[in-house]
């Protein structure tokens, strides 16, 4: 079975620092471009980041660009989100999503994790 | 950035009736080199992660009932469920993969009434 499943998470002050982990299985996590996709408590959604296939690109959205830094283990099959310097603004539920497996970021999201709660709060 | 609009916000249908929820973006996501429109289609129930439904606007995934449809081009798209089952209560949400930053709309919650 085709599956994303996450880990991580959970609650931390302001400032602080967490990794989430998105390992996949039934496929091959090194032939697609991958992302990270939030939404805050009660919200829609919010694209965070793209990593390429081999993770020699990296895009992020510019309101986490310098705080967040998404990486890729492809012999475990497992893509990463660090996110450091945390703000109350990031409180949310953080999603892994597989992005087509053409070589292209452009594309919709076929695969989706669980979902992970990362709360920041004092 | 490409803006997603969604309407309605919510919308109740009786059960076996049509629901039709609307998406506009701020510029065309139509791509001219392959006639693609690069947007999709996604279902969230509550607790659950966004499940894609439709992919280039009009192609239903793998599995997907066929009384959910995609259509449109260009800035204005519409997602149809043609005979609206219990189970489709959920928020709806459009996205627009053109161009980064990738961007949802704002859903929409479709209810039974």
């Known amino acids: 079975e085709v599956q994303l499943v996450q880990s991580g998470g959970g609650l931390v002050q302001p400032g602080d620092s967490l990794r989430l982990s998105c390992v996949a299985s039934?496929?091959?996590?090194?032939?697609?471009?991958m992302s990270w996709v939030r939404q805050a408590p009660g919200k829609g959604l919010e694209w965070v980041a793209n990593?390429?296939?081999?993770?020699?690109?990296?895009k992020y959205l510019e309101s986490v660009k310098g705080r967040f830094t998404i990486s890729r283990d492809n012999a475990k099959n497992s893509i990463f989100l660090h996110l450091d310097s945390l703000r109350a603004d990031d409180t949310g539920v953080y999603y892994c999503?597989?992005?087509?497996?053409?070589?292209?970021?452009?594309?919709?999201?076929?695969?989706w994790g669980q979902g992970t709660l990362v709360t920041v709060s004092s | 950035d490409i803006v997603m609009t969604q309407s309605p916000d919510s919308l109740a249908v009786s059960l076996g009736e049509r629901a039709t929820i609307n998406c506009k973006s701020s510029?065309?996501?139509?791509?001219?080199?392959?006639?693609?429109?690069?947007l999709g289609w996604y279902q969230q129930k509550p607790g659950q992660p966004p499940k894609l439904l439709i992919y280039?606007?009009?192609t239903r995934e793998f599995g997907v009932p066929e009384r959910f449809s995609g259509s449109g081009s260009g800035t204005d798209f519409t997602l149809t469920i043609s005979g609206l089952q219990a189970e489709d209560v959920a928020v709806y949400y459009c996205?627009?993969?053109?161009?980064?930053?990738?961007?949802f709309g704002g859903g929409t919650k479709v209810e039974i009434k």
């Open positions: 039934g496929f091959s996590l090194s032939n697609y471009w």
């Open positions: 280039w606007a009009s």
């Open positions: 999503a597989r992005l087509g497996g053409d070589g292209s970021q452009y594309r919709s999201s076929d695969v």
């Open positions: 996205q627009q993969y053109y161009n980064l930053p990738l961007s």
């Open positions: 990593i390429k296939e081999d993770g020699s690109e990296k």
């Open positions: 510029q065309s996501v139509l791509y001219n080199s392959n006639k693609k429109n690069y």
